[in-house]
C-alpha cells in the first residue's frame, strides 16, 4: 500500500468511500488443463485491498475479522493484500458486505494462492537495481557458473557488459555435487562480484545456500538466486522472505510446477512479492543432454502466476552449442529473460565450462535476441546505466 510500489494497480487518489450494503466482487479461481488434478477445496480467500485505503481503516477491518473468528492477515503485496485463511465465497460475501477497504475477494482452488495470476492479472514487475523483470522487456542475465578469483569476474562481467547483457551472475557459494569440486570463494566471491559491478554498472544476482547467511549477504547484492537444490530449502526461503532483496528461484529438477509455484509462495506469503522464478532443466529419462528443458512449464507458470520466468539454458543443456536455439526458444515461449553463463576460457572453468559460452558468443547472441525480440512484441533490456567496459587483458584463471 505504499505509493512507491511498482505494483500498484492505480496511482494513489482518495481514500475509497463506503458503498453501503455493496458486497465487494467475490471470485472463486478456478485453474484448467491438466493442472486441475492439482485442485482443492476453495475455502481460502485472498483480498484484495483498494488502492490508497489509509492504515487504520485496514487494521480496523482486520480487527473486526479476527474478532469473528477469521485469522486474518495484512500483506504488503501490489496495493495491499488481505488473506483469510478458511473463509469461503459465502463466508466473504457475509463478512465483507459494504466494506471500502476490500477491492475484491479471491477464493482459489489450489494450494498456492498468492502467486496466481489472477490476483495481480498485469503481472508483477520485478526491478534488479532498475532492470525490470515480467514487463514488454526480455532481460539477458549472463556471467560466470562460478566466482574464480576478482581478475576473472571482471573479465567476464566486462566481456557481458559489451555483449549488451543487462544483468551479471556469478556464483559465490557453489552447490556442487561432488565435495571433490570447486567450492566457490564465498564472501571474497560476493566481495569480487561488488568490484566488477563497480567497474561495469551491470548489477548482480548470485547464489545462497545458507538462511544465515541472508542478512549479511543483502546490503551487497542486487538479488539473491535460489538454487535448484534449495527449492525448497523452506528455512532459506522464509529468511529471503523478508531480506528486501529480489529472489530468483530455480525449479528443482525433481520438482512438479505446483511445488515450485509453492516455493514461490512462501516468498511472498512473507512478505517479498520481488520473485523470478526460472525454469533451468528437469530430470527426465533423457540423458543425452544434461537435464530436458521443459519449456511448457514456463508458459504455465505464465499462465497460473503473475510472476516473471525465465530461462535457464546452460543447465537445462549442459552443452555451449546448445545454448543459443534454447535462449530463442525460451524467447519464444514467452520467457521474460534468460539466464546463462559465460567464461572468457571454458577450457579453464573451474566449474561447467562444457556449457560456458565465450563473450564473443554472448555477443552473438545478444545479437539474435535483439533482432528477434521485437517480432514477438518484446525488446531487449539494456542496463540500467551506461556500462562502462573498458577493453582490458584477459587474465588467466587462478587456481582454486
Ligand atoms: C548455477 O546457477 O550455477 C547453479 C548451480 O544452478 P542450479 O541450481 O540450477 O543447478
Ligand atoms: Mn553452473
Known sequence: MTDQNPNSRSSPGQPPEAVAGHPPEVVVLRTGGP???????????VATLAPGTPEELVQRLVDRLRHAGVDASQLDLGDGVLMLPGVTAVGATRLLAGEPAVERVYIPDTRYRLVRREIFPGGTIVDVAGVKFGGPEFVVIAGP???ESPEQVLAVAEGVARAGAAVMRGGA???????YDFQGLGRQGVEALVGARTATGLPFITEVMRHDLVEEMAPLVDGFQVGARNMQNFDLLR???EAGRPVLLKRNPGATIEEWLLAAEYLLAGGNDQVILCERGI???SVDTRYTLDLASVALAKR??????IVDPSHATGDASLIAPMAKAALGAGADGVMVEVHYDPAVALSDGFQALTPAELTSLVADLAALAPQLGRALAGAPTPARAPETAVPRAVSS
Open 173 to 179: 557459494f557453489k552447490p556442487r555435487t561432488s565435495p
Open 283 to 285: 530430470r527426465t529419462f
Open 239 to 241: 529468511a529471503l522472505a
Open 145 to 147: 557458473c562460478a566466482v
Open 304 to 309: 497460473e502466476t503473475h510472476l516473471p520466468v
Open 35 to 45: 493442472m486441475s488434478s492439482r485442485r482443492i477445496e476453495p475455502t481460502s480467500a
